[in-house]
């Protein structure tokens, strides 16, 4: 079965963990992350391409003082970058880590999720914004993870992109 | 502190003069002090190295009597500085910590080890020898071949019976992990993580430059197993090149690796089959020195038993009639004369708690001499003291009925305290009536007493030292009397 190795990135807070333990059984501690700063979980889905393993690495970070080791992201073949609709400054923190994570894993296929869509009321990231994203070709996904909204899809369309032809 | 200012009237004027300086009283000179000083200082410095000098030992001073008073100060600001190389040093000693612990700690305390010491009493081998050739005992567990850039599991191999959790995940995090050391604590300098303790396992790891080989090891591997790792790892980076760079993601393309993996599952065999005969040893040899220490507890407790036993039933006025020795409890019941000494001190002197050892007795008259003597002492002493010789007037010649007597009662009293154990000493008092002169009297009582204590002195046991004379008795008593006198 082909496996993959995907970063998770985006500002603190932003429900990265949340997001993962929405869309896998963990099997490791979440006292990893914030020791070790990183936790790996595994999900495997089908693709048009068959069967995938995917290998989720949770990049603890982003805040002031500790930012996101992109060192982790070697060799990863997918990213999905997060960001919190109630916070805009986070999309910045999302498209940045994004073009930064290129530099060490290069140009994969990414998704950018922005998340706690359960709370679109309070949400500071417009529609407007939204739509300029999607105009500059991101693949762009307004997630909850409280709700579970969109969690599957937007995995399975990064596990989509990811097939053999493009390692 | 700075060198001393030179000393005398101008020394001091000065001192004053620099103390207004520095520690001015009024605002307004504080003011003028705070404007001029760091331009002062600042021109000092550069016109040379005056200053310089007069400071230095100030700062040093001022420095340690700081560091003295909150070393943590410092730490915190040299910390930056020395950190990478205080990281560096602690993983190294963690390392060798946690490789010593975990072999003394085993060594300590774990059954093995007993099963050790039980082998080296067995063998009459060293401890030591013992401890060094089960130390090489181990047993490569798991086998995980690891792409490095992506950490993602290309091959897993365990030994049969070997309970593996998704090892797909354990090869992730175990990458992440090494990460993790190897930037927090390596200086991120290359320098590769060697070894990695998890609980009693140890995981050896060896890195190619396109995967990783990492051994999960129950014991402690011989320095030779390294080599192992080295060559397979390198057979297989040599073999599948072309696959792992770049890695397409499919495990598939080393399955041919299995067999070269697998010759990494060495061990000792000892490990499993050896154990459960010597455990069952371990329970038989625990078995014996409880067993062992039960019969020594009873056989022990068996002398005190005696003891005890042994001396009431000799002791007299008891009679005993039933004596019983349990595990813990025991009991005696019998017969015990009111005057005989009392039990608890025998029951101490044995050994026991006056609560180990019940105690019931009914009251008797006991005939054991000695118990007869307690009794009789009393009666015979008052008897004996209440005897009188008699004599005729004006005569020193005893009445042979009432010496007689008198003698018999010295008899009885002095085999009493023979069986008691006394010291006796009898006054003799002699005594006369009232006719006659007082001088003649004194005479005659003199010699009344001296009669009676001849005629006594070659009675049974008693010598002439036992005899003394007593003081004269009343006037107006023709007779001689008798005074029992216990000594210690
Ligand atoms: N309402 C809502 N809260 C969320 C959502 N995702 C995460 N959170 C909350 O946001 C906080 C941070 O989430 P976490 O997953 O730890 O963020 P991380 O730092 O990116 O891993 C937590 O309190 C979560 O409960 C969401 O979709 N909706
Ligand atoms: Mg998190």
Redesign the interface.
Known sequence: ?????VCLLGAYAAGKTSLIRRFVDS??DDR?LT????????KVLSTPHGEM?L?I?DLAGEDDSTPV?L??C????GLVLVADGCRAHTLDTAVRLGSDASKVAGEVPRILMINKADLKDEWEVTAGRIDGLRRTGWTLYLTSAKSGENVEEAFASLAASMG?AN? | MSPAPPGGQDGDDRLRELRELLAPTDDESRERVAKVLAPAVQSNFERGPDLHRTLKPVIRETLLTSIKHDPGLVVEAMLPAIGTLIRRYISQAIQELADSVNLAQEQAISLRSLEWRWEAWRTGKPFGEIVLAKSLLYKVEQVFLIHRETGLLLMHRTTAGVVVRDADMVSGMLTAIEDFVQDSFAGGDGHELDTIQVGDLRVWLRHGSHAVLAAVIHGVAPPQFGGVLERTLAGIEEQYRGHLSPYRGDPSVVSGAGPALDRCLLGQAAMQTRPARVRWRIWAAAAVATLTVLAAFRIHDYWKWRQLVGRLGSEPGYALTLVRRGWIHHSIEGLRDPLADPPAPAVESAGYRPDQVSLVWRPFVSLDPRIVARREWQPRKRLLEETAVLFETDSAVPDRATLDAAASRVRDILECGAQLGKQLRIHVSGGADGTGTEARNEVLARQRATAVAEALAGQGTLTPEMLVLGPRLAVGSRTVRFKVEERQ
Do not use: C
């Open positions: 079965m082909i496996q993959r190795k099997m490791f990893y020791t070790v700063g990183v936790r790996v979980d595994k393993t290998m690495w080791d060192r982790r070697r060799g990863s073949s053999p390692v």
